[in-house]
C-alpha cells in the first residue's frame, strides 16, 4: 500500500547496455577500464557502525547492494515511490534498522536493502553531486568518482577535443562533466550495472543524446577510437588503496601504451604519484578543491601545456579556478631561508605537491623559514589564492613552558595547533594550550633554520 499523498513518478524507459557486439546507435568511440571502488562495507548490517558522515553505515564485508533486477525494480514506479519518501525520512544511526523493517513489510528484503542504502547513498553523494537525488550510486563507483567541480574543470580542458572516450566510465560522473561541456562522450565500462547507471544518470540530467555506450573490458581489450582518451584506472581493491601504479585496473603503463593510437590522453592517478612514474614530456596537474587535495592528472600528448601545474578549484561557481605552472625545462626557483617575519604562509596542497613552493614564494616576495618546510614568510601581506596567510605574533625555540607564558601573557582563548616537521601530538597540545581569555589563536610547530620552534600567530588574513 502506498502512503497517503505519495504519487508514483512516470515509469522510466527500459535501460539498454550495449555490447560489443551489438550494434550501437552512431557508435563513433567506445571502450571500457576496468575500475575497483573502494569497497564500503553494507550501510545495513546490523552491526554497522563506523565511517564519518554515516558512522552506522560501515562495517560488514558484504559488497554491492543491487543486482540489475534489483536495479529495474527501483527505477520502475514503485521503487521510485520508495526513494521518493525515503528523501524525506530521516536516516540517522537510530533510523535505519527501523526503516528497513518498515520497508520489508511492504517490498522484498532484496528491493528494501537496496532502496535504502540507495537513499543513503544520496545523501553521501551530495557532497560531489549537486544533483544527487535524482541519480544512480554503488558505493565503490561513488567512493573514486571525482566531485563535480573537478570532474568539470577536467571536462573543460578534455570537451574542445571534440570526440572523447571516457574508459571506465563507473556510474558516470566524467561522462555528464564531459556531454555538459560539450563533449560528443563514449562511456566504456566493464561492468554491466555501472554502465547502466551510468545511462540513467545521463538521462535523469537530459545529457543522454550526447552519449555512446559500450560494455567492454579494457584489460583485455583495446579502447575504441576517439579524438581524445580519458582514463581513471581502479586504484582500490577489497577496500585498500593500490599504491603502485602498476597495481592499478589497468596498469598505469598499459593505459599509457593508448597513446600510440591516440596520443591525446588524460589519465587521472592518485594524488600521491611518484612523478617519474609519468612520461617525461607529459604534464602533471594536481587539483585541490576548497583547500583540499583531491587528484592528480597526467596530460599526455597535445593535451599537455606545460611540466606541472597547480590548480586550485571550489565548490563556489563564484570563485574562480586558479593555476601555478612551470614549463619543460624550467630550473626551479630559489628564495633565502630566513627566521619568520610579520607573515606566515602556508601553500595550497596543490602547490605542495606539484613542488612549487619556491615559485610562489617568487611570486610574492617571501622567503623560507627551513629549506625542507612548506612554510613561508614575508614583511608584509600579499594577497593570493594561493597559500593562507596569518599574522605573527611571536616566535621563539620550542620550549613548552615558554610557549604557555606567552599566550597567557596575549588572553589566549581557544588554541588551534598547527605543524610541519613537528612528532607533538597537535590535538592534545591544543585542549593543553587554550586558555580562558577570549583570543582566539593559532600556534605553529615546525622548524625553523633546522631547529624546533613555535610561531604564535593572530587569526588568518581573509584572501579578499
Known amino acids: 500500500m502506498r502512503p497517503a499523498g505519495l504519487r508514483p513518478p512516470k515509469p522510466s524507459p527500459p535501460v539498454v547496455v550495449s555490447r560489443e557486439d551489438t550494434a550501437l546507435p552512431d557508435p563513433p568511440c567506445r571502450r571500457s577500464v576496468s575500475r575497483e571502488g573502494t569497497a564500503f562495507p553494507d550501510p545495513l548490517h ?6 564519518t558522515r554515516f558512522p552506522h553505515m560501515f562495517r560488514s564485508g558484504i559488497r554491492g547492494f543491487v543486482d540489475l533486477e534489483t536495479f529495474a525494480w527501483l527505477r520502475s514506479p514503485q521503487g521510485q515511490a520508495v526513494l521518493e519518501e525515503l528523501a524525506t525520512r530521516p536516516l540517522g544511526e537510530d533510523d535505519t534498522l527501523r526503516e528497513l523493517e ?25 557532497a560531489k553531486f549537486p544533483a544527487a537525488g535524482r ?11 571525482s566531485a563535480a567541480p573537478v570532474a ?21 560522473g566524467d561522462t555528464l562533466a ?4 560539450g563533449a560528443r562522450v563514449t562511456a566504456v565500462e566493464r561492468d554491466p550495472l555501472r554502465l547502466a547507471m551510468a545511462r540513467t544518470n545521463a ?9 555512446d555506450w559500450l560494455l567492454r573490458d579494457l584489460s583485455i581489450a583495446e579502447p575504441p577510437p576517439a579524438d581524445a582518451l580519458f582514463s581513471d584506472p581502479g586504484r582500490r581493491a577489497g577496500g585498500q588503496r593500490r599504491f603502485q601504479v602498476e597495481r592499478y585496473d589497468p596498469p598505469l603503463s598499459r593505459v599509457l601504451a593508448w597513446q600510440a593510437r591516440t596520443p591525446a590522453l588524460a589519465v587521472k592517478v592518485a594524488p600521491g604519484i611518484d612523478l617519474t612514474a609519468a612520461p617525461t614530456d607529459a604534464e602533471v596537474e594536481f587539483v585541490s578543491l576548497d583547500g583540499e587535495l583531491k587528484e592528480a592528472v597526467i596530460w599526455c600528448g597535445p593535451l599537455a601545456r606545460v611540466a606541472r601545474q597547480a590548480t586550485l578549484v571550489s565548490s563556489d561557481a563564484n570563485v574562480p579556478t586558479h593555476t601555478l605552472w612551470a614549463a619543460h625545462g624550467a630550473a626551479r626557483a630559489t628564495v633565502p631561508v630566513t627566521e619568520p617575519d610579520a607573515m606566515l604562509y602556508e601553500p595550497d596542497p596543490a602547490v605542495i605537491r606539484a613542488g612549487m613552493v619556491t615559485d610562489l614564494a617568487v611570486r610574492i616576495g617571501a622567503a623560507q623559514i627551513d629549506p625542507e618546510i612548506a612554510y613561508l ?17 611571536a616566535w621563539f625555540p620550542f ?13 589566549a582563548g581557544p588554541v588551534t595547533v598547527k605543524k610541519r616537521g613537528s612528532p607533538l601530538d597537535s590535538d592534545a597540545l591544543a585542549r593543553q594550550l587554550s586558555g580562558d581569555g577570549a583570543r582566539p589563536l593559532v600556534v605553529v610547530l615546525t622548524r625553523v633554520r633546522g631547529q624546533p620552534a613555535a610561531l604564535i600567530c593572530d587569526a588568518p588574513v581573509s584572501a579578499k
Request: charged fraction near 25%; proline fraction near 5%.
Open 135 to 145: 541519480l544512480f550510486f554503488t558505493r565503490e563507483a561513488l567512493e573514486q568518482a
Open 152 to 172: 568539470a574543470h577536467r571536462a573543460a580542458r578534455l570537451a574542445p577535443c571534440g570526440h572523447v572516450a571516457d574508459l571506465g566510465c563507473g556510474i558516470g
Open 399 to 411: 620550549s613548552l613552558k615558554r610557549l604557555r607564558a606567552r599566550l597567557r601573557d596575549l588572553g
Open 46 to 51: 546490523r552491526e554497522g557502525y563506523g565511517e
Open 178 to 181: 564531459l556531454a555538459a561541456a
Open 203 to 211: 538521462e535523469a540530467l537530459g545529457l543522454g543524446e550526447r552519449i
Open 377 to 393: 614568510t614575508a614583511p608584509a601581506y600579499v594577497a593570493t589564492p594561493f597559500a593562507r596567510a596569518w599574522p605573527v605574533l
Open 102 to 126: 518498515r520497508l520489508r513489510q511492504r517490498v522484498t528484503p532484496e528491493q528494501a536493502r537496496a532502496a535504502l542504502e540507495l537513499a543513503l547513498l544520496r545523501r553521501r553523494a551530495s
